[in-house]
């Protein structure tokens, strides 16, 4: 009786092995939503880092003097000058970035991997998958723009003088009037905007 008993388990062994697997799949969406909830966390780790860099690279500019001699003097100046709080200054843009750029490059990058896919099912040539990524990072971006230059202009905000701050309360007070006040093709006219 114990031999029967070990030949069936054995044999449920076997068969369990041999059997086609079923994997579920994840939806697309829920693994663009991790992928922008994922970008957006960090976001929330590294924005104080993300308003140093742009403080320092505005620093000097035009000839004028460097505000800043190391990134440590760059955050003593900000918390000493605007508060604790300003290094946090921009967080609604770079969010909003995220959530944009990010879940956008996931899905056109997928779509785009779906369309090229042979009919067997065999997912393109390596050479064709860079130009997929390309391509996504590049329509992600030109789409998520606006989203980067409220974002350069509310973390430079407190390097200016007072009478020259925007004061934008947060990343869609920043587009509405950035469309408002100087139409809406400026929100992608990033380079002479700062």
Known sequence: MA???????????????????????????????????SGMGATSLTQPLD???NRMQMSGLAGAAREHKSSVHAIIN??????LLAMYTGLSAGLLRQATYTTMRLGIFSSLMDMCASSDGEPPKFV?????????????????????LSLI??????????????????VFNALYRIGKEEGVLALWRVSDNM
């Not at 449920?12 to 086609?20: D, R």
């Not at 900000?78 to 508060?83: A, L, P, Q, S, T």
């Not at 003088?161 to 309360?169: A, D, F, H, K, S």
């Open 51 to 53: 308003l140093v860099k």
């Open 128 to 148: 064709v998958k860079a130009a997929l990524a390309t391509l996504s990072g590049a329509i992600a971006s030109f789409i998520a723009t606006p989203t980067e």
């Open 3 to 37: 031999r029967q008993s070990t030949v069936a388990v054995t044999s449920e062994i076997t068969s369990k092995e041999s059997a086609p697997s079923h994997r579920s799949t994840m939806p697309k969406a829920v693994n663009f939503l991790f992928g922008g909830l």
């Open 78 to 83: 900000i918390v000493r000058g605007e508060g």
């Open 153 to 170: 202009r509310m973390t430079s905000d407190g390097r200016l003088p007072l009478e020259q701050r925007r004061n934008y309360t947060n």
